[in-house]
C-alpha cells in the first residue's frame, strides 16, 4: 500500500474514502464557502467554481500549516436538470420536489476537480449522464425516510440505495459519488504528482 500525503479541502467522507482507498494519506482541511448560485449562473460554470472557491478558501484557512509541494485537493458536485442546478436539499421537501423532477428522465452529475500545489491551479471537469426510472411518490417518500438524500447533491446517493433508480448512467460512477477517479488521477500527474500504483 502506498502513503502519499495528499490534503483535501472537502468534508465529503465519499471523497476521503476514494483517496485513501488509492493509497493516500490525507489530511481534511475544510473551509466553509457560501454555496449559492449567481443569477442565471450556468452549472457547468457553477461547480467549476465551487471547486476553486472551496480550494482557495481552505488555503487561506490553513496556509501557514501547509507544505506547498503537497497537492491540496478540492471538489463539486451539481445535478443539472436542463438548466436548472440541484444542489444539496435543504429540507424533505426540497428532497421530495427534487427526486420527483429527476423521476422517469435524464440529468447530468457534474462534478469539478480543482488541485492546487507549488502555487498554481489546476482543474478538471467530468460530467456523467444519469436515467432514473419512473418514481411513485410512495417511492420517493420511503427513500427520503431513510436519511440518504440529505446530503447529497440532487437528494440521492448512487451509491447505495439510490442506485436503484439509475437505469442508465453514461460517465464515470466514482464522478456522480463526487470525486471522479480517472480525471483526479490524470490530474494529479498533470501537477507532478505520484499516482499509485507507480508511485514509490
Ligand atoms: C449525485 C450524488 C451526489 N453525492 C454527494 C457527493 C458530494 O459529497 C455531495 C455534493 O455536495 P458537495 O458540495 O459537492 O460536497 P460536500 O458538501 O459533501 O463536501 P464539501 O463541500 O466539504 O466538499 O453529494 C453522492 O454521494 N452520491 C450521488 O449519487
Same mark, same amino acid.
Given at each position: 500500500m502506498t502513503d502519499i500525503p495528499l490534503y483535501l479541502a472537502s468534508a465529503s467522507p465519499r471523497r476521503r474514502d476514494i483517496l485513501q482507498q488509492l493509497g493516500y494519506r490525507v489530511r481534511t482541511v475544510p473551509a466553509d464557502i457560501d454555496e449559492t448560485p449567481k443569477p442565471n449562473e450556468s452549472a457547468y460554470h457553477y461547480v467549476g467554481r465551487m471547486a476553486l472557491e472551496k480550494n482557495r478558501a481552505a488555503r487561506q484557512l490553513h496556509g501557514s500549516t501547509l507544505d506547498p509541494a503537497v497537492p491540496l485537493l478540492s471538489a463539486d458536485t451539481t445535478v443539472a436538470l436542463d438548466s436548472r442546478i440541484l444542489g444539496k436539499p435543504a429540507d424533505t421537501e426540497e428532497a421530495f420536489a427534487m427526486l420527483a423532477q429527476l423521476s422517469g428522465t435524464s440529468h447530468q452529475v457534474m462534478t469539478a476537480v480543482c488541485i492546487s500545489r507549488n502555487g498554481r491551479e489546476y482543474s478538471v471537469l467530468q460530467s456523467s449522464e444519469v436515467r432514473f426510472k419512473t418514481l411513485s411518490e410512495q417511492e420517493i417518500h420511503a427513500y427520503i425516510a431513510s436519511g440518504?438524500?440529505?446530503?447529497?447533491a440532487g437528494a440521492y446517493a448512487i451509491q447505495g440505495? @439510490? @442506485?436503484?433508480?439509475?437505469c442508465h448512467l453514461s460517465g464515470s460512477f466514482t464522478g456522480v459519488m463526487g470525486l471522479p477517479v480517472f480525471e483526479t488521477a490524470a490530474l494529479l500527474r498533470e501537477c507532478g504528482c505520484a499516482v499509485p500504483p507507480l508511485a514509490p
Open positions: 440518504e438524500p440529505m446530503d447529497k440505495i @439510490g @442506485g436503484t433508480f439509475v
